[in-house]
Each structure stands twice: as C-alpha cells, then as structure tokens.
C-alpha cells in the first residue's frame, strides 16, 4: 500500500519538476527574445516583465516536491556520527516532521495570500492579468509538496524503528 503511494508521490513530483523546468526554460527564452527585441527592435515583450515573477514563482514551487522525496535538502549527520545511529534516525524524523509542518503553514499562507488578491482584484501592470491564479497554483503545489513530505515523514519514522547497520 504505501509503496504504491511512494510511486504515485515520486510520478507527481517528477510530473511538478519537469513543468518548473519548462516554465523556466520558456521564461529564459523569453527574457532573452526581450532583450533582443528591445535593442534592435525597441520592442518590448511586455508578458516577460509582467508575468515573469508570477511564472518563476511556480516554477521554484514545482521543484519543492522531488527535491523533499530525494532528501536533497541540508541535512546535519552529527548525530549519527557521534551519537548511535537510532538517535541519528530520530533526529531526522523530527527534521520531517517540522519541515513537514513548515510546508502546511507556508501553503495555507499563499493559499490565504491568493485569496486576498481575489479580493482586491489585483492585476498585473501592463497586461492586466489577475495575479491571484497564479498564486493560487503556487499553493496548490506547496500542498502537493506538504503531501509528498508526509510520505517522507512516514519513512524517517520507520526508519526509527530498523535495526541500526554495522559497518
């Protein structure tokens, strides 16, 4: 059963990653064609300078969930080198559980925070495109890297409880 979620989490990330990627690929292209078009054509993309940030926003939020499923966050092993291993592996399921906790406040923030654009009907400067979507995207994939936390929290716990390898 959870190996089934683990895969389904792990495809989702994957999924999140290669569209952050995208997004910042396409928004290089475009700051490089404004740059052009600005200097030898006095033309201005105005969509890069408008919605660049909104789109570099989503990106960095669709890179959160595989980076948290391969632990490619810093991690500290003072524990475990000088300590017992067991108390190295409590360690970092509390890490877990925090970070864990950080990623729910910090969706549910954003998600709160797009509300708020709602509301106030703020738009971006040149093009007028509500902004409020976009941020509201950015917390949907901070609640799909809290979910795919969970799983990593899931795992650090049973790791408190293997035998500790000999080396």
């Known amino acids: 059963m959870f190996s089934r ?14 569209l952050g990627l995208v997004l910042l690929v396409s928004f290089a292209a475009g700051t ?30 669709c890179c959160f969930p ?38 729910v406040l910090v969706a549910r923030q954003f998600f709160i925070y797009a509300g708020q654009l709602v509301v106030s009907g703020d738009m971006t400067t040149m093009l007028s495109v509500r902004v409020a979507p976009f941020w509201f995207v950015v917390s ?10 969970a799983t990593v929290v899931v795992q650090a716990i049973a790791a408190t409880r293997a035998p500790a390898a000999h080396s």
């Open 5 to 18: 979620v683990e895969r389904t989490a792990t495809i989702v990330a994957q999924v999140l990653a290669v």
């Open 32 to 61: 490089l064609a404004d740059g052009v078009l600005r200097r030898f054509a006095g033309r201005p993309i105005d969509a890069v300078r408008d919605l660049g940030g909104l789109i570099v926003a989503i990106a960095v939020a």
């Open 66 to 103: 595989l980076a948290l499923l391969q632990r490619a966050n810093i991690t500290i092993k003072f524990v475990s080198e000088f300590v017992s291993v067991r108390a190295g592996r409590v360690f970092d399921a509390l890490a877990s559980v925090i970070v864990f906790v950080i990623l």
């Open 140 to 149: 949907g994939v901070l609640w799909i890297a809290a979910a795919t936390q």
